[in-house]
């Protein structure tokens, strides 16, 4: 082989190394270990669950400074951030066949971010009873939660995921008390 062919593909091979990419990272809100059944006292149904559109995207995005946002390229969620969010709630409020039939209506006004700080939910919520006679009877909640976080990206997605869990037990909470709950 010539030494300028040696030369050639030498310089190739260093190209293609230089344009690799990281890989892609997956991450989910479904926490490791299923949740035990609930026990609550109603069959819960989700009709819309919404996000902030800074968030409404594949990548995770985290909060830099006071005000910036950073979309890590190489973060992901598994499903869509409104996907993960129904599956991981479902997976909380799943339990026995329950007398009672609910609505829930998730619109997430916050979902913060913050690696070696902490991850935030603030979500207001709606529990409506879907049967016939009682159709229109509705309660309108609010919930903040927040946990802290360690620096990386994994343990941002377990305090996540413990959001979603305290968020869940607020939602069941008030599904057997038919009132908003003080603190989740």
């Known amino acids: ?101 609910l609505s829930l209506r998730l619109d997430v006004q916050r979902f913060d971010s913050v690696p070696g700080q902490y991850a935030l939910i603030d979500a207001q919520w709606r529990l409506r009873i879907t049967e016939e006679e009682n159709s229109k009877a509705f309660l309108s909640c609010r919930t903040t939660v927040q946990t802290p976080s360690g620096a990386s990206i994994d343990d941002l997605v377990v305090a996540h995921q413990n959001n979603v869990k305290r968020l869940a037990a607020a939602i069941s909470q008030a599904a057997t008390t038919t009132r908003c709950p003080t603190s989740p």
């Open 1 to 101: 082989m010539s030494l300028s062919l040696r030369v050639s593909l030498l310089s190739a091979l260093l190209l293609l190394a230089a344009c690799r990419s990281d890989p892609i990272h997956y991450h989910t809100l479904l926490p490791a270990q299923p949740a035990p059944g609930a026990h609550g006292a109603a069959s819960i149904q989700f009709e819309q669950i919404s996000v902030p559109p800074q968030v409404d995207r594949p990548q995770m995005v985290i909060r830099q400074g006071g005000s910036g946002l950073a979309i890590l390229e190489t973060e992901w969620w598994g499903a869509t951030l409104v996907d993960e969010l129904r599956n991981a709630l479902v997976d909380q409020l799943s339990g026995p066949v329950a007398e009672r039939r």
